[in-house]
Structures are given as structure tokens and as C-alpha cells.
């Protein structure tokens, strides 16, 4: 009888150990998910951010406008006679980016959020402002804008990346266009990237 109980208690420990490593074993695995899947959402926003960096720092002008209709999550883009579009399509979850020929090419993947914000010296400039006149070069042109938007003095971009298993990715930056690099201007909640001219900074 003192066998059999001996067996049992030996089977009881042999099941609380096993128990316990394949607890620790689970653990170690969620937390390699969620360090790699807040490592991936680091790196795509790192992409998209100098994506749309880029392309605002040479900006000669830049509209609230996708396809000229006034939006909180699309931006127009002109750099002399280039053009680009900028937008999210919450489908798809997608930073698209439209260029001069109308082709609409993904820029980042997995993005929850995309924001854009037109500030002057007097503050945010709402889009109805640049839709009412007076025009540039003159009303007649196909290529016309509102003078309003030569006030433009920092566009404020703000993504979000789906972090998946780990927390959502999630930056704030500022770019003056007009080849103003002096004024780019981070805020981010997913550590130090350091860059030439900014960074990413943790909440």
C-alpha cells in the first residue's frame, strides 16, 4: 500500500513540475510575440514616418484635400509641379499615397489611425478657410488654390500602428514644408529611433 501511495505522490509532483514548465514555457512565447510584434509596428512606422516626412519637408504647398474634397485623414502634397496624395484607407488599413499619374500604391500596412492637422502662426487653419477664395494663380486655373494656404506654416501627422498582440504603436510629428528642417518635431509612445534631424520619443 505505502507503494502505491509513494506512486501517486510521485505522479502528483511529476504533474505540478510538467504543470509549471509548460506554464513558463507559454509565458516566454506570448512575450516573444508581443516583443516582436512591438518591434514590427516600430519599424513600419519608422518606414512611413520618413515616407511622409520626405515628402512634406519638399513641399511647396500641401491641402486638406483627397481628390479636392476637404478630409481629416488625407493630405495633397505639391512640390512644384509634382503632386501627391496622401490617405488612409481604413479598409485596408492602409497609408496609401496617390502620385501625379493616379497610380495609389501602399506606403504602410496595418495603420489604425491617420490624422493631419494645417497650423499657422494664429493656430490650426480649418480646411473650409482654403476653399473660399481668393485664388492662385488666378480663379481660371485647373491648378488653382486658395491664398489661404500660404499660410501653412506646420503640417502635424499622426499614425497609428497595430501593435497586434502587443500595444498600438503611436507617433505625433510636425513638419514644416518648404524645406524648413530645422522644424521636425517628434512625440511617439514605442521608445528611442533616433534619426538625422528627429526622434521618436516614449510617452
Sequence with gaps: MSGLAELLVAAAVSAAVMGAVLAAVGSAHVTLLTQSDAQDASQRLRVGVEVLRRD?????LVLPFRDGVPTGDAITIRAGTARREFYFDAAASQLRRVDGEGASLPVLDGITQLGFELLGDDGPIAASTLQDGPWLPS???ADRFDADALNVRLVRVHVTADGRHAHDADVTFDVAPRGDRKSTRLNSSH????????????K
Aim: overall charge positive; charged content about 15%.
Design 56 to 60: 512634406l519637408l519638399a513641399a511647396t
Design 139 to 141: 480663379a481660371e486655373s
Design 191 to 202: 521608445g528611442y529611433i533616433s534619426y538625422a534631424v528627429f526622434c521618436l520619443k516614449k
